[in-house]
């Protein structure tokens, strides 16, 4: 199941007796742990009842498992870097997989029982497998685009702010989908409102710190607009923060490639409301690509995607060097875009 179903069922009760928590979203993955304990552990009793294990043997797990909870109906038991369940190199003890497998097929009714993973577990290993087959394994795989404009809506709703969906879209495209970032940014909202209601668009550009992707996105914008120096001085920023060059050529490529399918749509006719899907960018963004993609035919958009395509590939081959790649790319593609010889 994903994290959206485990948070339904935690809400409705409907508690499992075992699960895997696993996957790179962090954040919400430890958000989902802090609303099982809240749903399980009385209030101050939360200490008698919650034990915590780092990669225990198997006798320490099903002790802990076993004892019963105190003044409660549930003992809570946080299972962290199960070594059945993570790809190191520590070898495989077969007596502890058979013991804690056996033991997870007849989990005490008192007992709640957690395994907890930084990252993905292994999903070769056997333990792995067994909690499969009982629809244990909570997946929290980074959210989708849509899917981090409804939690930051519901978020900042929780802080006391509406957040409607054309802000909370151009929020995650400018502080990127990682919910920890998301959190930050959206409390400093909150404290730069103070009494106001509502974040606005020139909220989000007041205060929020920009995520590389969306800086690349504005250093293409100034660039089809034709203002080189802000084009630049985004890359300045870039290069500051630590981006490696390479990586922003990499995002380059990928915005071109957009805006000459944009401009492919355009000219095609594509319905508005399918460009989003096809493109793979939320919906906040799209007005913005119409508008770059305007500005050149298919054909000149077609020569920059391609002119970047090729300068990748010779750079990851060794034809090319990959010093100063960024800013070659750049001055490459004002040469096409302005039609200037080179």
Not at 202 to 230: H, P
Request: glycine share 6%; aromatic share 6%.
């Amino acid at each position: 199941m994903n994290h959206t179903a485990f948070f339904d069922l935690i809400k409705k009760g409907a508690i499992g007796d075992a699960y895997l928590m696993e996957g790179p979203e962090e954040y919400i993955k430890q958000q989902a742990l802090e609303r099982l304990k809240e749903k399980l552990l009385p209030a101050g009793l939360e200490e008698m009842n919650l034990t915590e294990l780092t990669d225990p043997d198997a006798d320490a797990l099903i002790a802990a498992a076993e004892t019963l909870p105190f003044m409660g109906e549930k003992r809570l038991v946080v299972v962290r870097e199960l070594s059945l369940l993570t790809a190191g190199k520590k070898a495989v003890d077969e007596d502890k997989v058979k013991a804690i497998a056996e033991y997870v097929g007849n989990i005490s009714p008192s007992t709640c029982l957690v395994f907890y993973v930084k990252g993905k577990a292994d999903g070769r290993k056997k333990l792995y497998t067994l909690l499969k087959k009982k629809n244990a394994i909570v997946d929290f795989s980074p959210m989708s685009d849509a899917e981090c404009a409804g939690w930051a809506a519901k978020t900042m709703q929780r802080m006391g702010k509406t957040l409607d969906r054309s802000c909370a879209e151009k929020l995650v495209f400018t502080v990127g989908r990682d919910a920890a970032l998301l959190k930050q940014e959206m409390e400093k909202l909150a404290a730069y409102l103070s009494d106001r209601p509502a974040v606005t668009p020139e909220d989000i550009d007041a205060v929020c710190t920009r995520s590389t992707e969306y800086t690349v996105f504005q250093m293409v914008d100034a660039q089809v607009a034709g203002n080189n120096l802000q084009t630049f001085a985004y890359l300045r920023d870039l290069l500051r923060a630590g981006e490696e060059r390479i990586m922003v050529l990499a995002m380059l490529l990928r915005q071109y490639r957009i805006l000459y399918h944009m401009r492919c749509m355009l000219d095609e006719k594509t319905p508005q409301q399918s460009q989003a899907q096809l493109l793979g960018i939320p919906p906040f963004a799209v007005g913005r690509t119409q508008q770059q993609a305007k500005r050149f035919d298919k054909e000149r958009l077609r020569q920059a995607y391609d002119m970047l395509l090729d300068y990748e590939q010779g750079i990851k081959s060794g034809r090319l060097p990959m010093e100063a790649c960024a800013e070659n790319a750049l001055l490459r593609l004002e040469q096409i875009l302005r039609g200037k010889p080179e």
